[in-house]
Structure formats: C-alpha cells, structure tokens
C-alpha cells in the first residue's frame, strides 16, 4: 500500500518568528518525537532526554517573560506549538503543558525575589515541573482537599496525599496546593516543593489504558518542610491560584486533543487514499469520504475554538467560558476522530502495526484531565445563567 503523507496544517501564525518557532518544532517532532513514540508509549518508556531538548531549544517557557528565560510567546503560538507536539506524540505534548501549568502559579502570583530565584531554572534550566492539586478523595470537588501545610516558627510543614499527578515521582518541583486555615476554597493556600524535599515521595506509577510513557503517580508529602518564601501568592488564596491556572491550562489540553485528533485523520486519510478494495480505493466511497469530512470539520471547529479563546487571554480578557468550552469540543472531538479513523483502518486499525489504535486510547484521558468534561459543562452553565441554586429538604 503506498505512503501518502500529508501536508502540515496550515497555520495562521502572527509573526515571522512564531513562523520559524512552528518550523523548529515540526523539526525536533519529525527527527526526534515520532520515529520512537509506538515503541516507548508500548514499554512505558518517558522521554525525560526529550524534555531536555525541548529545554535547551527554549520551548519550556513559551508563554512566559523572557526576563526569566521564557519565550515571550503570545498564547496562540504556544498552543499551536503544543498541538504540533502532541501530533508527534501525546506523551510530549501534555507533559510539556502540564510543566507550564506547574509554573504558572509562580509567574504570576510570586514576588519579584520569588521569580528571580525560581524562574529561570524552571523556564529554561532543564527542570521538569507537576502540578498538584487532586487527590485521592477530592477530584472535581477540589475544595475539600485535606492535605495540610501548618506553621512552624519561619517554614511550613506538609503532610498529606496527592493523586493522578502527571510527573509524580519524577519532577524537579511540584506546585502544591495545601490546607492551611479553614474548610472550603478559603483555606487553601499554594507552595513551591522542590522535588528532592525530605519526606516528598512518589507512588508507583498508574497502570493506565493509554499514555503509558507519562508517569502518573501519587505524590506524598510526610512532614515536608519548605521556607515560607516558598509560599506562593497570599495565605488562603491558593484555591483561586489553581483554578486561574486551570483556565490557561484547560486550553492547554484543548490544543493537545487537536493534535491528536489531526494525527488520527491524516493516518486515516492516507490508509483510505491507499486502500483498494472492489478495484478502487476506499476513499472513493461515499460514506468514507463523508466520515472523513467530519472528522477534518469537527478539527477545524476545535482549533477555532481554542485560538479564539487564547486571543480573548493573550488581550487581557475573560476567557475562563471559552477555555472550558475548548476543552469540551477539543477533547470530544479527538476522542469522536480517533473511534472514527479505527473504523476507517477496520480490522488493521484495531492492531498495534498503526498508530490510531493507541491514539483511541490516549483520546479518553483528555475527556477526564483539567476537569472532567462534565465539570466543564457546569463551568459553561455557570456562565451562561448563574451559579446552581441550592435545595434542601
């Protein structure tokens, strides 16, 4: 059967340099991601020496001040540079999002002297980052988390349980949300844990149905003490810390999803393209040609949305609605374009000799990661006609 690759997604970039910077990615996604995804996702292999390039070639800290050795990149190229990483490889593309995430609670609600001292080892230092908020108890409802960081004279000491932390065990520093006064999202407040803190251990890693190569672990915290110059941001003001993080990272997500779902339809569009069957190929029937039609819309509906959304962010405009409704369409629409090009592949496409298989798979996580798409839906609610009343009796 003939290969018949096909065209990288056109993109409506901004600047000349965002240009160069997609070009450099398709480079190290081409040469480096993909050539080895199918073997290591299957040994559960993470690529740690790839994050180390990505360090060295300044793409962990895109959407961050270049002062502190970010990338001075608008969203929309950042996202659109996620998407291209997660075509190549998922494992990739979400580690590398959820390292951003894990900073972006420093970058923007640390001091000054915080920035300076952490910053540019995290952006740019080779450093590997994990966010941590769930727990084995609270998901969705993350305001009832129960892991505790008490005073103690001028440190903090923390004890507790922290679940599905993608990079448990692993990262060079966790972004730690804690008890530390009352019940409830006001009690809550955020520190910066340096990985290799005494009484800081993870888990053995999850054994998932897909993204085998990202570790995802839980992270415990036995009396771990940190400086409160580790504290991030105020006492108490940790739960809003983490859903303001959440917002840029549920796009994030979106983008990811997209590049999964555009690496789903182009093996499925090159199999149907070369595929003959009754003396024809099967992209010459009718209602293979519609199911990819719809797959290729629904894609470029999700890119849409989530570029729309990071516009609205990189304008310094409210966008937690929209990032909650890329999240919902993206990932709804990979998990939709994976099923559909392991139908289009029929039996072959249901074995590890191609690739979507693994994709079907992957596409799941992203419908429940950053807020389940059911929470995302009551965020979209929310802002459409208020908070939820609530009854009794």
């Known amino acids: ?44 292999h993470f690529p740690r020496e790839i994050f180390t390039l990505l360090s060295r070639s300044g793409l962990l800290g895109l959407p961050y001040d270049s002062e502190y050795g970010g990338g001075d990149q608008p969203y929309e190229v950042y996202l659109q540079v996620l998407e291209e990483l997660a075509a190549a490889r998922l494992t990739v593309g979400l580690g590398v999002s959820v390292h951003s995430l894990s900073c972006h609670a420093l970058a ?30 609270s998901g969705s409802d993350a305001a009832s988390l129960r892991t505790k960081a008490v005073r103690d004279g001028e440190d903090w000491v923390i004890d507790g349980t922290k679940a599905w932390i993608t990079h448990g065990g692993i990262a060079d520093f966790y972004t730690v949300m804690a008890r530390t006064g009352e019940e409830g999202a006001r009690g809550i407040s955020a520190f910066l844990v340096p990985g290799d803190a005494a009484g800081l251990s993870g888990a053995a890693p999850e054994k998932k149905m897909g993204m085998k ?29 983490a859903l303001s ?21 182009d093996e499925a569009v090159a199999y149907a393209s070369g595929r003959q069957q009754f003396g024809r190929p099967i992209s010459d029937f009718q209602g293979l040609r519609f199911m990819l039609a719809d797959m290729a819309t629904q894609i470029e509906a999700g890119r849409a949305l989530y570029l729309a959304a990071a516009r609205l962010r990189d304008a310094g405009r409210p966008f937690a609605k929209q990032a ?17 090009a392991v139908q289009v592949l029929g039996g072959y496409g249901y074995t590890a000799d191609f690739p979507v298989e693994r994709y079907m798979r992957e596409a799941k996580v992203l419908q429940i990661v950053e807020g389940t798409n059911q929470i995302q839906r009551m965020v979209i609610a929310r802002h459409l006609a208020g908070p939820e009343a609530h009854r009794t009796g």
Not at 215 to 241: C, K, M, N, W, Y
């Open 1 to 44: 059967m003939p290969d018949r690759a096909q065209p990288p997604v056109d993109r409506q970039l901004p600047t000349d340099e965002a240009r160069d910077l997609i070009s450099l990615v398709r480079d190290i996604a081409q040469r480096e991601i993909a050539p080895k995804a199918a073997e290591e996702e299957d040994a559960g």
């Open 108 to 137: 923007k609600y640390g001091t000054k002297q915080q920035q300076v001292e952490h910053l540019p080892a995290m952006l740019g230092g080779g450093l590997l980052g994990a966010y941590c908020l769930s727990e084995p108890a």
């Open 213 to 241: 190569g990202s570790p995802t672990a839980q992270v415990h915290f036995d009396g771990v003490r940190v400086s409160d110059e580790r504290r991030l941001g105020e006492e108490g003001q940790g739960f809003a810390i």
């Open 245 to 265: 993080a959440l917002d840029s990272g549920r796009l994030g997500i979106a983008a990811c999803a997209i590049g999964l779902a555009q690496a789903a339809l």
């Open 324 to 340: 909650a409704m890329a999240k919902l369409h993206c990932t709804d629409t990979a998990m939709k374009a994976t099923v559909d």
